[in-house]
């Protein structure tokens, strides 16, 4: 895969198990397999920040129950809040959904 966190964080959010660079040693993709056969998850090291980051970002951009509660949102729309306030396009944003584009 390349090096850049945007294709890192969307192939994260897709629910990829494993990010391996594209120059990454042949040992470091078999250790990759292994570990992903054992459940776990991987990334480069410098990735792992940059996963955090998103997390504690997102969290923080989510409406509290209460907010959700008073102004009435679907689970969508709630995911929805974030994306846009990012200044993600209509076209991202249904790419993140797996969802086609509608003008």
Request: proline share 4%; hydrophobic share 40%.
């Amino acid at each position: 895969m390349d090096d850049d966190k945007k294709h890192f964080l969307r192939a994260a959010k897709q629910g990829v198990l494993g990010y391996v660079l594209q120059d990454s040693p042949a040992i470091e993709v078999i250790d990759a397999i292994r570990a992903i056969g054992r459940g776990e998850a991987i990334c480069p090291r410098h990735f792992t920040r940059v996963l955090f980051d998103c997390v504690a970002s997102q969290s923080l951009d989510l409406p509290n129950a209460r907010t959700r509660q008073q102004w009435g949102l679907t689970r969508r729309e709630q995911q929805l809040i974030p994306m846009i306030g990012s200044g993600m396009t209509n076209k991202e944003i249904a790419a993140q959904f797996s969802l086609s584009e509608k003008r």
